[in-house]
């Protein structure tokens, strides 16, 4: 279990900061299950479930799947509000709608976020919905939806973590920056000549458990490695960015 640490409350009381226990299982967290409140610099701090830090929803287990309802309850009010007045708006500012008032909040800290597939597909159901809209696709149409994402620009939920964690390991390589993520990660190195060698494969830490595998030190050189190698020997931010669409 995690040590205790206060963070800032998005509730609307008075209260100016909470505690969070985190835990990998909920054996971990039974024996502090019964505390309410935990003094912390002579205060006492009342004990919460979850937590909202720079927008993004933190639960005891860190399974994102509060955060990925609130993103998702958020998204389908404003893709409501696109539904309705849909007809008077051309396809490029539907597209702009949708990706600055639905796509924005889906893909605000998802690639921190390394959440399990049931709670990508909370925020895959909304992008679902906004590509419908914005190509006025009716929901009872049998035209699958992962056509209709390319033509809004939008690649699915998952891809885009993907991308986003791919980009952000290209970038901590080539910059060495920020400093408490490039630490996390390595080269992989053989002691014999091999095909790979020539390769910049990243070395990926051994986890015992899944949850241990979505921190960024395993998750970024497994994305990382599944690359092209066109893609890995990449020198240039925007040579990557060619190759990669």
């Known amino acids: 279990m995690s040590p205790l640490v206060p963070l800032t409350s998005s509730s609307g009381t008075c209260l100016k900061f909470e505690a969070l226990f985190l835990g990998r299982a909920i054996i971990n967290l039974t024996a502090v299950s019964s505390l309410t409140s935990v003094s912390f610099a002579d205060v006492n701090l009342p004990v919460a479930d979850s937590i909202r830090v720079l927008g993004v929803t933190l639960d005891r287990r860190l399974t994102f799947d509060n955060h990925a309802s609130a993103v998702a309850q958020s998204c389908n009010y404003h893709a409501r509000a ?5 007809h008077l708006l051309t396809l490029d500012l539907a597209q702009t709608l949708a990706c600055s008032r639905i796509l924005s909040r889906i893909d605000h800290c998802n690639s921190a976020a390394r959440a399990p597939s049931s709670t990508i597909q909370k925020l895959q159901r909304v992008q679902n919905i906004a590509a419908r809209i914005v190509l006025q696709a009716s ?18 939920v ?36 091999t095909r790979s060698s020539c390769v910049p494969l990243l070395c990926v830490p051994f986890r015992r458990t899944s949850f241990a595998s979505r921190s960024f030190s395993t998750a970024a050189p497994l994305t990382w490695n599944l690359l092209p190698r066109a893609v890995l020997n990449c020198d240039s931010l925007s040579l990557y960015f060619q190759i990669q669409t």
């Open 139 to 156: 929901r009872r149409s049998d035209v699958n939806v992962n056509s209709l994402l390319p033509t809004v620009h939008g690649l699915p």
């Open 82 to 86: 696109i539904r309705h007045i849909r």
């Open 158 to 193: 998952k891809q885009r973590i993907n991308y986003k964690l791919a980009v952000l390991t290209f970038k901590t390589q080539q910059t060495s920056s920020p400093q408490y993520l490039s630490q996390h990660i390595s080269l992989r190195t053989s002691a014999r000549n």
